[in-house]
């Protein structure tokens, strides 16, 4: 088997976390960069995050590239109070020693797809789509270089995160998301209405935690700091786990379900800023541009993320 080539744009973030340790120890997968945004915390936070996971699962040998330090044309706004202060609470790591890679993510990002063949690599987004707007921007010959883009962004029936009608990472930058959602590139999206299925009931925290490994614990510590937010917030019996759910869709995308469908992306009014407008009963005529998932198989979902956390 070939490894499917990805790259992982990511705001870490503790479910960030969880999604790279997933990509990391899935040999399906073979992890070419992981490239930061400014996002769940600022760039400085995000990019030395990102070596932290990398260092914690023994990847010291994976690139980590440094990217956007705020949105297209947006002032940033953070989500500490989510994540905590250094966007990874409930773990402590150490500072990171693996070296951040010279290049800007989004000068690598072109390099890396314009070197690559038609349709070859897939890009996971976990956070703000700056980084892939600015790359689609500077090179629109790359777009044909990418197999897929998998996002976790968005909500529907679900509503938004941050505001009543839009979720955090098209929030922040919903300009960039703009960009992305009329690129042509094939689109599959993970939305709010999926992620909130997937709870870190203590059940589910109880088995990190008895993986009994370093990883294993950090992961625990990290789950256990990051559901009290949202579980306050929703009144559920545990956070939602979002950003490995992209991954988890490409390990095993049979345990979604969703449709293809027109999305947009509202960029105009203040109030309703960066909320996806899916076009589920193709009311518009307008032609579908992203497979919209509604669904998950929770529990085959946390069989796989711990199962291949437990490989670590
Ligand atoms: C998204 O926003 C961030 O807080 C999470 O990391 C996730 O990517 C959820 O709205
Ligand atoms: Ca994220």
Redesign the pocket.
């Given at each position: 088997m070939t490894p499917r080539p990805i790259v992982i744009d990511t705001?870490?973030?503790?479910?960030?976390a969880l999604a790279i340790l997933l990509a990391l120890a899935s040999p399906e997968l073979a992890v070419l960069g992981i490239t930061a945004v400014a996002?769940?915390v600022p760039l400085p936070l995000s990019e030395s995050n990102a070596r932290r996971i990398c260092e914690l699962a023994g990847a010291r040998d994976a690139k980590v590239f440094a990217g956007c330090p705020r949105p297209m044309v947006r002032a940033l706004t953070t989500?500490e109070e989510?994540?905590g202060q250094t966007g990874l609470d409930g773990h402590d790591f150490p500072e990171p020693t693996m070296a951040l890679q010279p290049d800007h993510a989004v000068d690598w990002m072109v390099e890396t797809l314009m070197a690559a063949g038609e349709r070859e690599i897939t890009l996971c987004a976990?956070?703000p789509l700056t980084n892939l707007a600015m790359a689609m921007v500077m090179e629109p010959r790359i777009r044909s270089r990418i197999r897929e883009i998998v996002m976790?962004?968005g909500g529907f029936s679900d509503g938004g995160?941050?505001t009543p009608a839009a979720?955090?990472?098209i929030h922040v930058d919903p300009h960039a998301a703009q960009v992305v959602f009329t690129s042509g590139c094939k689109l599959t999206l993970i939305p709010?209405d999926v992620?909130h299925q997937a709870l870190t009931t203590p059940a589910r925290l109880e088995r990190f935690r008895a993986i009994g490994t370093p990883v294993g614990r950090a992961c625990h510590g990290m789950l256990s700091f990051y559901r009290r937010h949202d579980m306050s917030k929703y009144g559920t019996d545990g956070g939602?786990l979002?950003?490995p759910c992209v991954i988890a869709y490409l390990l095993a995308p049979e345990i979604f379900d969703g449709k293809h469908v027109a999305v947009e992306i509202e960029i105009s009014s203040e109030k309703t800023m960066g909320t996806t407008l899916a076009d589920w009963w193709g009311v518009t005529g307008a032609p579908p541009n992203c497979t919209v998932m509604n669904a998950i198989d929770d529990a085959a979902f946390y069989d796989l993320l711990i199962e291949r956390i437990a490989r670590l």
């Open positions: 705001d870490p973030g503790q479910d960030d996002g769940n989500a989510v994540h976990l956070g976790m962004g995160n941050v979720e955090f990472n709010l992620t939602p979002h950003d």
